[in-house]
């Protein structure tokens, strides 16, 4: 799918030169759209960000230490 996927390489990600990822619209295809779009789209999307935010701030997250400490 990448080339060296094992490379930390984040600007792969990044579709042209201006520094702003593009997000991919079929990626939320899954709630649909027009008439058809999923009455719970809101409450799915909140639902993820409060989940990941609640894991979140039971971690205490630092830099890296070095060999040195």
């Not at 027009?34 to 989940?51: D, E, F, M, S």
């Not at 205490?60 to 070095?66: F, G, P, Q, R």
Request: aromatic share 12%; hydrophobic share 35%.
């Amino acid at each position: 799918l990448y080339p060296d996927p094992y490379v930390f390489r984040p600007e792969r990600f990044i579709a042209d030169g201006s520094g702003k990822t593009q997000l991919d619209s079929t990626l939320l295809r899954s709630f649909n759209y027009g008439r058809r779009i999923c009455p719970g789209k809101n409450l799915g999307n909140g639902t993820v960000w409060l989940a990941i935010a609640s894991l979140l701030s039971v971690f205490e997250i630092t830099n890296a230490l070095d060999d040195s400490g």
